[in-house]
């Protein structure tokens, strides 16, 4: 009788510290997550988040004067974005400067691990679904659904580096980047720019590399950068001949471009997005710099901004002005004109504020009436950004 009592008492003890455990455990790692707002576009064979976020800084001193001890910051931006249902994020294996090459690749790999551990333990993962599906008769078809659409998709671009001449020089660039990653594939493996205005014999070799990746299943499907409509048209072709689809392409788009629908068209007839990158312009189309507020010295953009911010004051004013009509910052204002436009815009940002702004400017969007209005102010600037040396027509 004494020792039955014992056992009960015990195995009383041992149920409760397991729920205590389990609440515990659910309480203190589970954070709170904001409902998404950012939609789902489609993109070549796949779909990827309408907005997406732009990695360049995570790694590069010499542009955005970027320190380790940034990484929890940029963190809680990644966080941020993640939450609100962005899960495409453009990076390079060229992004970090110097001993920081491939840095903007660790740390997405790194975030995304610590993203995924923080929404729910993962050794609880299982127990949770399986009790779930006990007490509940629930499969959880629906949350694996939205898993998937959840996960991250990291679209990562290869250098045409000098020495990368043979197609296997992008198969193990593919694999080198993975390794970072801590990851098994791609989303979108891209190329980052074309060779063709410089050493046009290096192409071939790119272009079949880069399908080489997809067969040998490292990626979901390709991209390309800064190419124009036309070298566009000619890969569209080749990768057809491959079998290997196209998800997006992506080229220098913002207020402060020169444009025309060409590179438009060239994705409609490929069958890709144009993904819009440096929609801010380099932070310029925030509005927060001026003649008395540059970057600091030394810092590249400080200069390009004195060369440019005289002639982009008629279009700082229009997007200050339509901001405060629509109740907007005139970033989300830049951002919403290039969603716009049928692009996915990959801005970069640095700090939590910068990705909750960002952030503001989907779930709404420009009237005609103001997308014409900036159309036309941006189309009569005397200066605009400079092009990508690498951009072909
Ligand atoms: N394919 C290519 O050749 C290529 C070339 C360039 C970029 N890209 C991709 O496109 C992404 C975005 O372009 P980008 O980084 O060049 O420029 P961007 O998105 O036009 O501007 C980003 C910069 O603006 C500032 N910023 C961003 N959001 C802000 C906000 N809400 N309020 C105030 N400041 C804000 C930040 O810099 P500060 O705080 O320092 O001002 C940030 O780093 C890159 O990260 C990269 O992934 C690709």
């Known amino acids: 009788m004494v020792l039955s009592v014992t056992s009960i008492f015990v195995t009383c003890l041992y149920l409760s510290t397991i729920v205590v455990v ?34 360049w800084s995570w790694g590069n001193k010499l542009l955005w004067d970027y320190d380790p001890s940034q990484d929890e910051e940029i963190y809680r931006a990644y966080r941020a974005i993640r939450d609100a249902g ?45 009790m779930g599906s006990f007490f509940l008769g629930n499969n959880n078809n629906d949350n694996k659904v939205e898993t998937i659409k959840n996960r991250q998709q990291v679209a990562t671009k290869f250098a045409p580096y000098p020495w990368r001449i043979t197609r296997g020089s992008l198969l193990s660039a593919a694999r080198e980047s993975l390794t970072r990653l801590e990851q098994d594939k791609l989303c979108i493996a891209q190329l980052h720019w074309s060779t063709a205005n410089y050493q046009p014999f290096q192409e071939g070799a790119l272009w079949e590399g880069i399908a080489d990746i997809y067969d040998a299943d490292l990626c979901e499907a390709v991209g390309i950068s800064n190419y124009g409509p036309i070298q566009l048209n000619r890969f569209a072709e080749r990768m057809k001949q491959r ?151």
């Open 22 to 55: 389990l609440g515990l455990a659910a309480s203190s790692t589970a954070v709170s997550r904001k409902k998404a707002v950012v939609g789902r576009v489609s993109a070549g064979p796949i779909d990827i988040s309408a907005l997406g976020c732009g990695t």
């Open 86 to 130: 962005v899960t495409l994020f453009d990076t390079a294996d060229s992004y970090g400067t110097l001993d920081l090459n491939g840095r903007a690749e660790i740390l997405l790999g790194r975030f995304e691990r610590r993203y995924l551990s923080e929404e729910r333990p993962t050794s609880l993962n299982t127990m949770f679904d399986g």
């Open 243 to 393: 079998n290997v689809p196209i998800a997006i392409a992506q080229v220098q788009y913002s207020l402060m471009t020169a444009r025309n629908n060409e590179i438009l068209d060239a994705c409609d007839d490929a069958g890709c997005r144009l993904i819009s990158y440096s929609p801010l312009c380099l932070g310029l189309l925030t509005a927060k710099y001026d003649l008395d507020n540059l970057p600091r010295p030394g810092n590249p953009r400080r200069q390009l901004f004195r060369e440019l911010l005289p002639s982009a004051q008629p279009l700082l004013e229009t997007l200050k002005a339509v901001a405060k009509d629509v109740n907007k910052t005139p970033s989300q204002v830049a951002i919403n004109w290039a969603i716009c436009k049928g692009t996915v815009p990959i801005p970069g940002a640095r700090n939590l504020v910068q990705a909750e702004e960002n952030i503001g400017s989907v779930g709404w969007k420009l009237s005609n009436a103001a997308v014409i209005e900036l159309d036309v102010i941006s189309a009569g600037l005397k200066k605009n950004m400079i092009e990508n040396i690498f951009q072909t027509r």
